[in-house]
């Protein structure tokens, strides 16, 4: 009995722009059952020159902006560094208007504490969704932020319990790493749309979605994400991620695996962290163990609790993505149809401007919050009590067998790193005198890769859904992973050497 075929699924889409008065684009969905003479029929699409320009120019200035490497002078380790521009400019900014930072970061935190204690009182009711958003929060984060605004007055205005205060707790936090937060997330936030609402993700994610599902259970789209992280900053990969998990781009899962396993620390801060041991002549080799570890991370630990446990459901009312390339499409034309009907759907300029507002107002008083509070909170329990030291005791029988020399010394770095990811080469710089145990240290502490003076605090403060104990958990899987193949490679490189 002949099978019945199924009718062909056309869609229209109307294009008005650049010279064209109105340019159809067709797409003819071909039935599965088609013999195999006829082939499946290709699918003919024309473009005009404002769709491709509407794509291309925004996406090519955000790779520019989030992407490019350019050189830029160090004097703290008195030579060229690698960055890229978003991180330049912020840079240039901060060292200009460095001493009035301090100031504004206390404003930010006491009006989103302010703001939020007016929403819990009934003082203030928010009309809109958005400000519900920014100041309608649970008890956790309520707390959260009035224990931040605590702790910037105090060390803002000098005052309360030395450790609390210290130039290596809070006021590490304020004048060190907040001063550079404010100002990255400024302009990251008011740039991410050239990356976000142009297309660039939807034609990267089409190319690359047969490397990075089957690889490391990802859209093909969360390259760029990897990609801004490694090359710029974990915090701007941290920023993408959270923005496309609330805009639907990301499920539960793929969100929590992406921001804890490529939210990587820049280039330069390999080369501080190796300066730090004594042993920057081996850089080249170190960066390289930092990208084989990482990457063999990468592949193990989504598919471990608890990232394994996490669900494909996504923020709000997103539906699951469909990465599967129509008959008739190769992945290049699946791609440019993607990212040229995305482009399209922008209104102009208004749009871009009210997205990256709020993308800045959003991480300023929703982050900034939650990283002075939880990163002054972990550096006191660093600094301050023998938690870390006494919880990296467990590790001493497994550096033992791999025969890693001053064990016990080393072992007291094993977890520190969890409070922020300089202290254990710190510890090491100071107590370890064997080479390979320097250079384990050195590697393993930023592959860890989540730190809760930085990374982990801007995870927790944005709408991703991982908690503190997940993250705690993911950072001792790394370690453990880590630690094993770091050691192994770190014997065959100072043997070469």
Request: charged share 15%; with cysteine; aromatic share 12%.
């Amino acid at each position: 009995m002949q099978k019945k075929r199924k009718k062909f699924h056309t869609k229209k889409i109307a294009f008005d722009g650049g010279n064209s008065a109105g340019m159809t684009i067709e797409s003819d969905f071909n039935d599965k059952n088609q013999t195999k003479n006829n082939g499946p029929k290709k699918n003919k699409r024309n473009y005009s020159a404002s769709d491709i320009l509407k794509f291309l120019i925004p996406s090519i200035i955000g790779i520019i902006i989030f992407m490019l490497p350019i050189k830029e002078f160090d004097p703290e380790i008195n030579q060229d560094k690698v960055t890229i521009p978003i991180a330049y400019i912020a840079s240039f900014i901060q060292n200009s208007i460095g001493s009035y930072l301090p100031a504004l970061i206390v404003g930010i935190i006491a009006i989103s504490a302010i703001g939020a204690i007016l929403v819990k009182l009934k003082v203030y009711n928010p009309k809109s969704d958005y400000m519900k958003g920014v100041f309608d929060l649970t008890p956790t984060w309520f707390i959260t932020r009035v224990l931040a605004m605590i702790f910037v007055f105090m060390c803002y205005f000098n005052f309360g319990p030395s450790y609390i205060i210290s130039e290596d707790t809070g006021n590490f936090i304020l004048n060190n790493l907040l001063t550079t937060l404010v100002v990255i997330f400024v302009f990251a936030g008011l740039l991410l749309p050239l990356l976000l609402d142009f297309g660039l993700l939807e034609f990267v994610g089409t190319l690359l979605a047969k490397i990075m599902r089957p690889i490391f259970t990802l859209p093909g789209r969360s390259a760029v994400d990897c990609f801004t992280s490694w090359l710029g900053d974990g915090t701007l990969g941290v920023m993408l991620t959270a923005k496309q998990y609330e805009e639907g781009f990301y499920s539960e899962r793929e969100a929590a695996i992406i921001s804890t396993t490529f939210s990587a620390v820049s280039i330069t801060f390999c080369l501080v962290v190796l300066k730090q041991v004594e042993m920057a002549h081996l850089f080249v080799p170190y960066y390289l163990t930092i990208c084989v570890v990482g990457v063999i991370c990468a592949v193990i630990i989504p598919r471990i609790p608890p990232l394994s446990l996490k669900k494909d459901t996504y923020y709000g009312d997103a539906e699951t993505l469909d990465e599967s390339i129509p008959q008739g499409e190769t992945y290049f034309s699946w791609g440019l149809y993607q990212a040229v009907s995305k482009a399209r759907n922008h209104t102009g300029i208004g749009q871009f401007m009210k997205n990256g507002i709020k993308n800045a107002v959003d991480m300023w008083l929703g982050v900034l919050p939650v990283v002075m509070a939880f990163g002054t909170i972990a550096l006191v329990i660093s600094n301050y009590t023998p938690v870390f030291e006494i919880i990296g005791k467990p590790f001493i029988p497994l550096l033992e067998l791999l025969q890693l020399p001053e064990a016990v010394s080393a072992s007291k770095t094993m977890l520190v790193g969890f409070t922020d990811m300089f202290i254990p080469t710190i510890i090491a710089g100071n107590e370890i005198k064997s080479e390979l145990t320097r250079f384990v240290i050195a590697t393993v502490s930023v592959t860890q890769l989540i730190y809760m003076s930085e990374v982990g605090a801007l995870i927790i403060g944005s709408r991703i859904p991982v908690k503190i104990w997940e993250i705690f958990l993911i950072f001792i899987e790394r370690t453990i992973i880590s630690l094993v193949f770091v050691t192994l490679i770190g014997r065959f490189i100072l043997h070469l050497a």
